[in-house]
């Protein structure tokens, strides 16, 4: 594990032994609605020196489109094709189980336009036409969660067979200025499969967001689509930064891509020392610059 005070001082003086770098937002490039400090000189450069890089984000509720707006209100400059949402995996999930067409129920949103109706999916919100649906989708933002959560539960001991899809594995998420927080679509998801367990009734979500493989492999098509990257690229030779531990670090190591933990998010320098297994960072950062 090495430990350096900044990554640009880091990158700067010759540790480039990579070919493409991944990004969280949140506690790594941005913290709510400021600029964490470098960080927009770090992408500048990357982009001047045409690198490889993309911004990858458990955040399901908004459309590349919205997100591009919403970090550059913090001063990020970033287009939405610079972007990665776990949302976008559902593109993935429609072509390998040919499921152009289909209705899905979804609860909450997924961002406008929608990612379920971008991947080619029927989107269905009524409660009341749930039993014509060829699986459910857990969204995020504000909606009526008891009559929804009720009708995915009764959909789901009628159909157990049916597809459980959650763009965002997160179980919360910081939610105001006085430290709350609010429950994630994984908090959910896990919810409702664990009555249905109490019921003798097994049910697994494929989740697609960090630390998940869904959102990775996505990835990895669109920088070899997009930047001519070899198909047999050694995941060693790509670098992912993001300050959480169980999130960022955990996803990236279970495919063998190189971690490097921020110190600017939500995890201490006492935490990413006394990590071990999938949870331990190959780099620590205490700062971009």
């Given at each position: 594990?090495?430990?350096?005070?900044?990554?640009?001082?880091?990158?700067?003086?010759?540790?480039?032994?990579?070919?493409?770098?991944?990004?969280?937002?949140?506690?790594?490039?941005?913290?709510?609605?400021?600029?964490?400090n470098?960080?927009?000189?770090?992408?500048?450069?990357l982009?001047?020196?045409?690198?490889?890089?993309?911004?990858?984000?458990?955040?399901?509720?908004?459309?590349?489109?919205?997100?591009?707006?919403?970090?550059?209100?913090?001063?990020?400059?970033?287009?939405?094709?610079?972007?990665?949402?776990?949302?976008?995996?559902?593109?993935?999930?429609v072509?390998?189980?040919?499921?152009?067409?289909?209705?899905?129920?979804?609860?909450?949103?997924?961002?406008?336009?929608?990612?379920?109706?971008?991947?080619?999916l029927?989107?269905?919100?009524?409660?009341?036409?749930?039993?014509?649906?060829?699986?459910?989708?857990?969204?995020?933002?504000?909606?009526?969660?008891?009559?929804?959560?009720?009708?995915?539960?009764?959909?789901?001991?009628?159909?157990?067979?049916?597809?459980?899809?959650?763009?965002?594995?997160?179980?919360?998420?910081?939610?105001?200025?006085?430290?709350?927080?609010?429950?994630?679509?994984?908090?959910?998801?896990?919810?409702?499969?664990?009555?249905?367990?109490?019921m003798?009734?097994?049910?697994?979500?494929?989740?697609?967001?960090?630390?998940?493989s869904?959102?990775?492999?996505?990835?990895?098509?669109?920088?070899?689509?997009?930047?001519?990257?070899?198909?047999?690229?050694?995941?060693?030779?790509?670098?992912?930064?993001?300050?959480?531990?169980?999130?960022?670090?955990?996803?990236?190591?279970?495919l063998?891509?190189?971690?490097?933990?921020?110190?600017?998010?939500?995890?201490s320098?006492?935490?990413?020392?006394?990590?071990?297994?999938?949870?331990?960072?190959?780099?620590?950062?205490?700062?971009?610059?």
């Amino acid at each position: 594990m090495l430990t350096s005070k900044t990554f640009l001082e880091w990158w700067q003086t010759g540790n480039r032994n990579f070919e493409a770098i991944l990004f969280d937002i949140d506690g790594t490039l941005v913290s709510g609605m400021h600029l964490l400090n470098g960080s927009d000189i770090l992408l500048e450069r990357l982009k001047q020196q045409h690198f490889p890089f993309y911004l990858l984000t458990n955040d399901g509720n908004h459309s590349l489109q919205e997100k591009s707006i919403i970090v550059g209100k913090a001063g990020l400059k970033i287009s939405p094709d610079e972007i990665v949402s776990c949302g976008m995996a559902i593109s993935h999930f429609v072509e390998h189980h040919n499921a152009f067409g289909q209705p899905f129920f979804v609860m909450g949103d997924l961002g406008k336009p929608c990612y379920a109706e971008t991947a080619g999916l029927k989107v269905c919100r009524d409660v009341s036409q749930i039993h014509t649906c060829s699986g459910v989708i857990i969204g995020e933002g504000f909606y009526d969660w008891q009559k929804n959560i009720n009708a995915v539960f009764n959909f789901f001991i009628r159909r157990p067979d049916m597809p459980l899809l959650v763009p965002n594995p997160d179980s919360y998420w910081p939610n105001g200025k006085g430290g709350e927080f609010g429950i994630g679509a994984g908090g959910k998801a896990r919810f409702i499969c664990g009555i249905l367990e109490e019921m003798g009734i097994v049910v697994k979500p494929e989740y697609f967001g960090k630390p998940y493989s869904a959102i990775y492999e996505y990835t990895l098509d669109l920088l070899k689509r997009r930047f001519g990257l070899p198909a047999d690229i050694s995941y060693s030779k790509i670098l992912m930064l993001g300050d959480s531990l169980k999130s960022d670090i955990k996803g990236a190591n279970m495919l063998g891509i190189k971690s490097g933990l921020m110190l600017t998010g939500i995890t201490s320098m006492e935490q990413a020392l006394a990590a071990r297994g999938e949870l331990k960072p190959d780099f620590i950062f205490e700062t971009i610059s």
